[in-house]
């Protein structure tokens, strides 16, 4: 078993460069220190608000591992990796209860008495004033959440895979959230150590899909 002590992390960009989707993992589990430091790590993610509106379920139990695996076309990397990061999302978190995040926002200093009495109205604003792009802001957190994820996992030894092939009714059975129409899915990253070679596929030239002020304005470096 790989231990965090025998591991230099990489730095950032390092870790974008190198990053690969794996889609063969070792049996190899991954240690509760090293997996909690990736959850540290991945939480660590702005999000709306700093509402947090990711429910992030960590995929481990064998049988969860198999139902999972059947929720996403039978795509074998979640039975292969010790755990799969299912990223959730919580459409309605800005019109819970946000006392616990404002009054931490108040203890650590990032923010003041006039912000936190601000943010008490105008966050359930934005929230209703959403509509139905709630889920879709809602997601676009978790997502933030995700790249956190697969970059610290990266710089850790890790490999990780994004998962976008999956049924979604069917992964929120698996999660216990199938009667929670507010929960949705955003993506299923598998984690573990890679069975494959970090073979790089290329990238189009900047020109193709960066632009300058306007989108047919090409970006030229």
Do not use: H
């Not at 292969?80 to 650590?108: H, K, M, S, Y």
């Amino acid at each position: 078993m790989t231990s965090t002590t025998q591991i230099q992390a990489l730095d950032v960009p390092t870790a974008i460069l190198q990053r690969r989707s794996i889609k063969t993992f070792k049996p190899d589990p991954i240690s509760p220190e090293m997996l909690k430091q990736l959850v540290e790590l991945t939480v660590a993610a702005p999000s709306s608000f700093n509402t947090q509106s990711w429910r992030i379920v960590l995929v481990q139990d064998e049988n969860q591992k198999v139902a999972l695996c059947e929720a996403s076309w039978n795509q074998k990397q979640i039975i292969q990796a010790p755990v799969t990061f299912v990223f959730a999302a919580d459409a309605t978190a800005g019109e819970q209860d946000l006392t616990p995040i404002l009054e931490q926002g108040l203890n650590t200093g990032a923010w003041n008495e006039g912000t936190v009495n601000y943010f008490r109205n105008a966050i359930p604003q934005f929230q209703e004033a959403l509509g139905d792009k709630r889920r879709e802001y809602a997601i676009k957190d978790a997502m933030i959440a995700a790249t956190n994820l697969v970059l610290a996992a990266e710089s850790l030894g890790l490999s990780t895979c994004f998962m976008n092939g999956w049924i979604e009714d069917k992964v929120k059975a698996v999660i216990g959230a199938e009667n929670n129409p507010d929960i949705c899915i955003a993506v299923v990253v598998p984690v573990g150590y890679a069975a494959e070679p970090r073979l790089n596929p290329g990238r189009l030239p900047l020109s193709a899909n960066v632009f300058v002020d306007k989108i047919d304005n090409p970006y030229q470096d």
